[in-house]
């Protein structure tokens, strides 16, 4: 089974391309979603995972992003022959405030308007021509909306908040917790998050969305998280009590884990200590 990630030398498409052996779709590959002759590419593969994305949430790159995200999703979509895989990777945050009126949350979780930027807006309207080419050109699609997917840093990448952590641990830096460390989150391990796309290259579905996170078992405040930290790496945290990053939106965000778990047979296994201690 042939495998391209694109996007396959940023922060996690480093390590799902590892996990699957696959080839890179990247710019650091010389290869441009924005390139409709690049883009073709696909027609070569049995399964695609597009990571490759524009992550700035600035408003003076809201055209860009949009460009890249929109644009770049379709001209790959267009070139996806029948019966491979497309799996897109999403993200929770196109649900905005409205994920703050759930404990745990689920697919059916509104995403209205509610101040998102261009990127979490992007995301979403990609989903719909995921969905569109998917159907018209008959291949299977998986779209997961991702909640915090965390691995081990890569040379040349930014990490996300929990790579970050870790990082500044390791090195005695000042860590700023948002909202006095009172947010909560559920985290994955990106093996995880790998094992998902196996897990729906590997079933019978032919279109589905899911939310993809921790789930309940592996959610905690972010005070928690660095406390859990300091466990597995025996390092003591230094952080600025005085200098506190504003509150998030959401506040809290616990995924609702049903659906992967009943259409897929998927749940995570890397429990957050052994994957905490990788990051280390």
């Given amino acids: 089974m042939k495998i391209l990630v694109t996007g396959g030398t940023g922060f996690l498409g480093?390590?799902?391309?590892?996990?699957?052996?696959?080839?890179?779709?990247?710019?650091?590959?010389?290869?441009?979603?924005?390139?409709?002759?690049?883009?073709?590419?696909?027609?070569?593969?049995?399964?695609?995972?597009?990571?490759?994305?524009?992550?700035?949430?600035?408003?003076?790159?809201?055209?860009?992003?949009?460009?890249?995200?929109?644009?770049?999703?379709?001209?790959?979509?267009?070139?996806?022959?029948?019966?491979?895989?497309?799996?897109?990777?999403?993200?929770?945050?196109?649900?905005?405030?409205?994920?703050?009126?759930?404990?745990?949350?689920?697919?059916?979780?509104?995403?209205?308007?509610?101040?998102?930027?261009?990127?979490?807006?992007?995301?979403?309207?990609?989903?719909?021509?995921?969905?569109?080419?998917?159907?018209?050109?008959?291949?299977?699609?998986?779209?997961?909306?991702?909640?915090?997917?965390?691995?081990?840093?890569?040379?040349?990448?930014?990490?996300?908040?929990?790579?970050?952590?870790?990082?500044?641990?390791?090195?005695?830096?000042r860590l700023q917790l948002p909202a006095n460390g009172n947010p909560r989150r559920d985290l994955l391990h990106v093996k995880d998050f790998a094992r998902a796309c196996e897990a729906f290259t590997d079933s019978v579905i032919r279109h589905g969305l899911y939310n993809l996170g921790g789930g309940r078992e592996n959610a905690l405040t972010l005070r928690e998280l660095v406390e859990k930290m300091e466990q597995v790496s025996n390092l003591q945290a230094i952080i600025d009590e005085e200098n506190l990053l504003p509150s998030p939106v959401p506040m809290n965000y616990v995924t609702d884990l049903s659906l992967i778990t009943q259409e897929l047979d998927w749940s995570p296994e890397i429990s957050l200590e052994e994957g905490l201690k990788d990051l280390f």
């Fill in 14 to 173: 480093t390590q799902i391309r590892k996990y699957f052996e696959a080839d890179d779709f990247s710019r650091k590959s010389n290869l441009d979603v924005l390139n409709l002759q690049d883009a073709t590419i696909v027609e070569n593969y049995d399964v695609v995972i597009h990571l490759a994305a524009e992550l700035d949430k600035s408003p003076e790159n809201a055209e860009s992003v949009f460009l890249t995200n929109v644009e770049g999703t379709v001209n790959l979509l267009r070139s996806m022959r029948e019966n491979s895989v497309f799996i897109f990777a999403s993200t929770k945050d196109v649900y905005g405030r409205f994920a703050d009126n759930y404990a745990e949350v689920g697919e059916g979780c509104q995403t209205l308007y509610s101040g998102q930027s261009a990127l979490e807006w992007s995301k979403l309207i990609a989903e719909r021509y995921v969905e569109f080419y998917a159907h018209q050109n008959k291949f299977r699609s998986g779209i997961f909306r991702l909640s915090t997917i965390y691995a081990p840093n890569s040379e040349g990448n930014t990490p996300n908040f929990v790579t970050h952590y870790a990082e500044a641990i390791n090195f005695g830096e």
